[in-house]
Nanobody
Framework: VQLQASGGGLVTAGGSLRLSCAAS????????MGWFRQAPGKERQIVAA????????YYADSVKGRFTISRDKSKNAVYLQMNSLKPEDTAVYYC??????????????WGQGTQVTVSS
């Protein structure tokens, strides 16, 4: 599976962005999917995840109430709606698939990153 992430950019604090992750190669409709981010000098960390069914989601405490993960199986895509963005959300964001639910540390496949920069 190849993942293509898009939608990053520069936004002022309080603004919104929507990240998209499209897959090619095969359908990932049964895979748990997630978004991770890595800020300069920091480790990559989970931001949000969604089960294969789409019925269960997970959010890091730092983004709860501001970010929403969703998936569209008909388009073989996963999205991350980011609202009320803060400067500390600045990072390279990656989508990933084939997560082990609850562990997050070894996805089966990764997309390339997309830069999100939030100015104060």
């Amino acid at each position: 599976v190849q993942l293509q992430a898009s939608g990053g950019g520069l936004v002022t604090a309080g603004g919104s962005l929507r990240l998209s992750c499209a897959a090619s190669g095969r359908t990932f409709s049964s895979d748990h999917m997630g978004w991770f981010r890595q800020a300069p000098g920091k480790e990559r960390q989970i931001v949000a995840a969604i089960t294969g069914s789409g019925l269960t989601t997970y959010y890091a405490d730092s983004v709860k109430g501001r970010f929403t993960i969703s998936r569209d199986k008909s388009k073989n895509a996963v999205y991350l709606q980011m609202n009320s963005l803060k400067p500390e959300d600045t990072a390279v964001y990656y989508c990933a698939g084939g997560l082990r639910w609850g562990t997050w540390n070894s996805p089966d496949y990764w997309g390339q990153g997309t830069q999100v920069t939030v100015s104060s």
